[in-house]
C-alpha cells in the first residue's frame, strides 16, 4: 500500500519506496496449520512469537500490512527520508527481552540522548541575550544550574523529587515484567491451583515491600492530578510545565486531571542502556526495534508474513478458537490465536459475536480509546535554529539530539489546549514535542537534511462532531508549522514534505482504536487486574485458545515487549 504525502515545494505528491517487510514472506510457504498464530506484526506480537518458537510451538505471525512493526515502524514516506512513522523514542523495552532475545546481536542499536529535554521561551532576551530557556538531563548538577535560572528553591528541592520519582517508578519494576494477579485462581478450585496461582502475588509483593513508607507517595501518584503534586514541590512555570507534559503525553487529559501523575510515573520508570528514565533513538527508526524481534523469532524458526490480512477468528463448535482466515479466504488452523490488535478489533472486528456473551461486548464497547493526538513528520533541508539556542553554520547543539517542548513554559497553555480539543475543537496552541533523530542517526536523511518528528496535542477523534477533512488536516498542520516558526525562524522555509496523521488516521493505518498509542487509556480504570477488563487482564480471553498480546493488555501501552512476552509464557504454561 502506497502513502501519499504533501510536499510544501511545488505541492508535489511522494509516493511510498521503501518498507521493511518480513524477510520469509518472501520465501516460505504459509502453512495450512500451526501450534500457535499471532496476529499483528507489531512489536508484542513478534515479541510472543519469538517466545513461543523458542518455547517449542510452531509459530506463525500475520500481519496485514507490507510492513512490519505495528506503531514501531520506519517508512519512507518521502523518498530519501525515513521515519519513525508512529512511535519514535525507545525506552520501556525490558533489558530481559533483550536479553532473551539477543537483540543486539540481531542488529538493535540505539542512540542514547543527553540531555533529555529542551523548553525554549517566547520572549524577548535581556540585553541582547537570546530568550530563555530550560534544559535537563542525566547531569543533576546541570539540572540543578538550569533550574536555578527560574527558582533556586526549585533547584534545591529538584534531587529529593527525583529521588522519590526514582525510587515509585523502581517499585513498579516487578509489576511490569509479569501478569497481573490471578484473583479467581487465588479463590477458587482445586488447593494445588490456588498454591500455583497465589504466585502472582509475589510481584505485588515485591512492590508493595519496595515502596515500604513511600505507599502513600505512590497512593498519591497514581491517583491524583499532577499539577497536584508539582505544586508541593515547584514554584516555576517553566519547569512544572516541563515536567507536566510526561504527565499527559498521549492521554486526553490536563495536568490538573486526576490520573495524570501515573502517566507522569509510567513515562519516567524505564530505563535504557542501564540508564534509568532515559529515551533513546534506534537506528533506522522504530522500525529497527521491530526488525531485531523479528530476526529472533525467525531465528527460533518463526514464520513471519506480511500482507496477510486476517477476516475472522475461527471458533469450533466446542467454542474454543482454532485458527484464523484470510481476507483472501485462505483458511489456516492452530491450537492457540493471540491476538496483538487492539481488544475493540479482536472481540468486535475478528471475533465471531455469537461466540462472546452479549455483557462482555457491552464491557469492550465501554473501553476508553479517546486520543488527543496528531503525529506529523516532516523532512527539512535545514536543521532548526531555535532562537532560545542559535547554533552556527547549521550545526547541530546539544539541544537538538533531545525532546523539545514548544508551548509548554507555562501549565496555563497546557491547560487551554485540552480545553479547546476537550470542546471538540484542535488547539490552537498546541502542545508540541519536537524531536530530530537524525542529528544522531544520520541514516534517516540525505547529507545536510534531517527527518524532524511533531508529536502533537490537543486534536479531538471528531471536530465538533464531523470527520476531518484533508482541509481540517493542513488547517492544523499550518498552525503547529506556525507555532515552531515562531521558536525557529525559518522553519516553514526548510520543509521538504510532510506527513500528516489525526487520529483517525492513526486509527485507518496502524489499527490503533481511537488513535490512541496506547491501545487503550492509561487510567486507573483501565490499568493491572482492569486491563482491558476486569476479570480478563491475565491475557486470556472467554474463548479458550485465544489470548491477548498487544498493549491493550497489562502492563499498557509504551511498555515495550512485556504484553507479548507475558501473554506467550501464559499460552505455554496453559498448554503444559
Keep these: 500500500m502506497a502513502a501519499a504525502v504533501r510536499t510544501d515545494r511545488g505541492r508535489r505528491t511522494l509516493r511510498l519506496v521503501w518498507s521493511f517487510t518480513g524477510s520469509r514472506s518472501s520465501h516460505t510457504a504459509l502453512k495450512s496449520s500451526y501450534d500457535a498464530l499471532v496476529i499483528g506484526g507489531g512489536h508484542n506480537g513478534l515479541v510472543s512469537a519469538a517466545y513461543l518458537q523458542r518455547g517449542g510451538l510452531k509459530t506463525a505471525v500475520l500481519e496485514r500490512r507490507h510492513v512490519l512493526g505495528g506503531a514501531a515502524v520506519s517508512e519512507e514516506i518521502i523518498p530519501g527520508f525515513c521515519f519513525s512513522r508512529c512511535s519514535y523514542l525507545l525506552s520501556l523495552l525490558r533489558p530481559q527481552i533483550c536479553s532473551d532475545l539477543e537483540l543486539k546481536k540481531h542488529g538493535l542499536k540505539v542512540y542514547m540522548r543527553n540531555p533529555h529535554s529542551f523548553t525554549p521561551m517566547l520572549e524577548e532576551g535581556v540585553r541582547g541575550a537570546p530568550p530563555r530557556s530550560l534544559t535537563l538531563g542525566p547531569d543533576l548538577a546541570s539540572n540543578q544550574k538550569e533550574i536555578g535560572k527560574f527558582s533556586q528553591k526549585d533547584a534545591q528541592v529538584y534531587a529529593d523529587f527525583v529521588v522519590l520519582l526514582e525510587k515509585l517508578a523502581g517499585a513498579i519494576h516487578p509489576l511490569l515484567d509479569s501478569p497481573p494477579v490471578d484473583v479467581p485462581g487465588v479463590l477458587a478450585g482445586s488447593l494445588r491451583k490456588r498454591m500455583t496461582a497465589a504466585k502472582t502475588l509475589i510481584p505485588s509483593i515485591k512492590c508493595g515491600l519496595s515502596l515500604g513508607k513511600n505507599i502513600p507517595e505512590f497512593y498519591e501518584i497514581i491517583t491524583a492530578p499532577i499539577m497536584k503534586i508539582l505544586a508541593r514541590w515547584f514554584e516555576s512555570e517553566p519547569l512544572k510545565a516541563t515536567l507536566a507534559t510526561d504527565g499527559v503525553i498521549g492521554a486526553m487529559t490536563s495536568p490538573s486531571n486526576p490520573g495524570s501523575g501515573y502517566v507522569l510515573l509510567h513515562h519516567v520508570m524505564g530505563e535504557l542502556e542501564k540508564e534509568k528514565g532515559a529515551w533513546g533513538y534506534v537506528e533506522g527508526g522504530m522500525g529497527g526495534v521491530s526488525k531485531a524481534i523479528a530476526k529472533a523469532a525467525q531465528s ?277
Design 300 to 576: 527460533y524458526g518463526a514464520d513471519i508474513f506480511t500482507e496477510k490480512d486476517v477476516e475472522q477468528i475461527l471458533v469450533g463448535s466446542d467454542g474454543a478458537a482454532k485458527g484464523v482466515i484470510l481476507k483472501d479466504g485462505t483458511e489456516i488452523l492452530s491450537k492457540v490465536v493471540l491476538s496483538s490488535a487492539t481488544p475493540y478489533v479482536t472481540f468486535k472486528g475478528l471475533t465471531p459475536q455469537g461466540a462472546l456473551s452479549p455483557e462482555f461486548i457491552r464491557a469492550v464497547d465501554q473501553i476508553d480509546y479517546t486520543s488527543p493526538v496528531t503525529k506529523i513528520n516532516v523532512a527539512v533541508d535545514k536543521l532548526p535554529n531555535f532562537l532560545a539556542a542559535p547554533t552556527p553554520d547549521d550545526k547541530p547543539g546539544p539541544h537538538h539530539q533531545c525532546s523539545i517542548h514548544l508551548n509548554c513554559e507555562s501549565v496555563d497553555v497546557l491547560e487551554t489546549a485540552y480545553e479547546e480539543a476537550k470542546n471538540g475543537r484542535p488547539s490552537t496552541r498546541p502542545m508540541i514535542e519536537v524531536t530530530i533523530p537524525s542529528v544522531l542517526d544520520p541514516t534517516l536523511a540525505p547529507p545536510g537534511c534531517h527527518v524532524v518528528s511533531l508529536f502533537t496535542q490537543y486534536t479531538p477523534y471528531h471536530i465538533e462532531g464531523r470527520n476531518w477533512t484533508n482541509q481540517d488536516r493542513e488547517k492544523f498542520a499550518d498552525t503547529v508549522f506556525d507555532w515552531v516558526e515562531q521558536y525557529a525562524p525559518g522553519f516553514k522555509k526548510s520543509v521538504v514534505g510532510r506527513d500528516v496523521l489525526c487520529p483517525p488516521d492513526l486509527e485507518r493505518i496502524f489499527g490503533l482504536t481511537g488513535g490512541n498509542i496506547f491501545h487503550g487509556s492509561m487510567s486507573l480504570d483501565q490499568l493491572f487486574l482492569a486491563r482491558p477488563l476486569p476479570s480478563f487482564s491475565d491475557y486470556r480471553s472467554p474463548i479458550k485458545g485465544l489470548y491477548l498480546c498487544g498493549s491493550g493488555c497489562h502492563p499498557g501501552g509504551g511498555v515495550m515487549g512485556s504484553c507479548g512476552w507475558n501473554a506467550a509464557l501464559t499460552v505455554i504454561s496453559d498448554l503444559k
